[in-house]
């Protein structure tokens, strides 16, 4: 059966790379040390799918003050040790992509070198060479359209043609947001699934169904 979409938009964080459990782990422990105790649960409410931009721009609002010019290289330091000893591909995800026969790529709110060590540790990378979408490249990050727009018209594809596949309430507002249909994947646990669902919107929690719900097969 031939796909239902001519173009299939993949999140990174927690939806390719299983990173978002390690991120949390990593934003608790700095946030603590620089004055602001959350939960990790609080952590992913307020930032998972959001750019690191906004997440320390909040952090300059609540502490009143400018963040101190090392805190994101400090940030960037401790994600790339813990990543590189403990990031594994999102599982079943290799499968999937096997099975998706249509155009695919990625579009993160992360940043080309943050998705080039993810993607790259776990073997992914080579799958999207060329097709990979940043947030730093448009005007406004998640969940606004902007990303998902810029992804869809740079590979000449129609809003309506495209699926999302995404895992944070940012990523799946944007999708809507964009004209797209929406997947919304909440295998990893992090978001609580009623924060993704709504309309245009369907909920899984194994990325190997994702192919039949594309209409692959």
């Known amino acids: 059966m031939a ?4 173009l299939v938009i993949f999140d990174c964080d927690g939806v390719l790379v299983d990173s978002e459990p390690l991120a949390l782990r990593v934003d608790t422990e ?5 004055g602001w105790p959350l939960s990790s649960e609080e952590i992913a409410r307020r930032f998972v799918g959001r750019t690191t931009d906004y997440m320390m721009g909040e952090l300059a609002a609540h502490l009143g003050t400018p963040v101190p010019e090392d805190v994101n290289a400090r940030f960037v330091a401790r994600y790339r040790e813990v990543l590189a000893a403990e990031l594994r591909p999102v599982e079943g995800i290799a499968e999937a992509l096997d099975r998706i026969a249509g155009l695919t790529c990625v579009a993160s709110s992360g940043s080309h070198e ?6 790259g540790l776990t073997g992914l990378y080579e799958r999207f060479d ?4 940043s947030a730093t490249e448009v005007a406004h990050g998640k969940p606004a359209p902007d990303l998902f727009l810029h992804a869809a018209r740079s ?15 940012y990523g799946v507002l944007a ?7 929406a997947y919304g994947y909440v295998g990893g646990g992090i978001i609580p699934a009623e924060r ?3 309309p ?11 192919p039949g719900l594309l209409g692959e097969e």
């Open 155 to 169: 590979l000449g594809v129609e809003p309506d043609d495209c699926a999302v596949i995404e895992d944070s309430e």
């Open 130 to 133: 060329g097709r990979i979408f």
């Open 114 to 119: 943050k998705m080039r060590f993810t993607l």
């Open 30 to 34: 700095l946030f603590a040390e620089l």
């Open 200 to 210: 245009g919107t369907t909920l899984f929690d194994d990325m190997r169904e994702l």
């Open 175 to 181: 999708a809507r947001a964009a004209g797209m249909t």
């Open 3 to 6: 796909s239902t979409y001519k």
């Open 196 to 198: 993704l669902a709504g």
